[in-house]
């Protein structure tokens, strides 16, 4: 067991259709593999002691893509879900979703929700699900609740308090897979002082071995919040 302070990693899970191009291979075979990389992502933060794991598994700006790749990824989480949902119980994993899965099919809201439910009272691993995602759009909904509310007194805590991510602790590390280096409109309020990991590997080249090494690189940092 590696010591660390560690409550919460979000990854930005970067490269699933470059590594099928690099092999010559279908994009789908990449997202499939990238499905086995967040399998041992869950398991490794199960093993290293971390509570809370949020991934980025389709943004806002994702439905831009090619209508067959977006119908695959929408049948690529609700199989998933149906195919792991009793292994990931059987692991005390909790699972949520962050998002709008309001635009999501009907058939695929209820795959989630069960997953939901069928979790809410295990104790392991928070593992979180960002999917119909935009950070920008969360934020747009949290002031809208907030002036609804008819609230005059906002502070920083009343923002957090209607974000979805409001009852867990802020990230500690972002991790980004692919070598690019942005944040894509990923958790833009809870990352201000997270610290960022970008790594080169394709995100289904991530096994237990990359979050050792991760953790290891968040333990040399010093965190100063700005002080």
């Not at 969360?138 to 906002?154: C, T, Y």
């Not at 394709?202 to 002080?227: A, H, M, Q, S, V």
Request: glycine residues 6%; charged residues 30%.
């Amino acid at each position: 067991m590696i010591e660390h302070d560690i409550k919460h990693i979000a990854i930005i899970m970067d490269g699933n259709r470059r590594w099928a191009k690099e092999r010559n291979l279908p994009s789908a075979v990449g997202h499939k593999k990238g499905v086995d990389a967040l399998k041992a992502a869950m398991r490794a933060c199960d093993d290293f002691g971390i509570k809370y794991l949020t991934v980025y598994a389709f943004s806002t700006e994702n439905w831009n893509r090619k209508p067959e790749e977006v119908n695959f990824l929408m049948d690529l989480l609700g199989q998933t879900l149906k195919n792991e949902l009793k292994e990931m119980h059987e692991n005390n994993v909790v699972i949520s979703f962050i998002g709008d899965i309001s635009q999501l099919s009907a058939k695929l809201q209820d795959i989630l929700e069960n997953a939901v439910e069928t979790t809410k009272n295990n104790t392991g691993v928070n593992l979180q699900i960002a999917f119909n995602y935009g950070s920008r759009a969360e934020i747009v909904k949290a002031v809208k609740e907030i002036v609804e509310s008819g609230k005059k007194d906002i502070t920083e805590e009343t923002i957090s308090k209607h974000l979805y991510t409001s009852n867990i602790p802020d990230p500690d590390l972002l991790i980004r897979t692919g070598g690019e280096m942005r944040v894509s409109n990923y958790l833009l309020w809870q990352i201000a002082y997270s610290e960022f990991i970008v790594l080169e590997k394709f995100w289904p080249e991530f096994d237990k071995e990359t979050l050792k090494e991760c953790i290891i690189e968040f333990n040399r940092r010093n965190r100063r919040f700005g002080y």
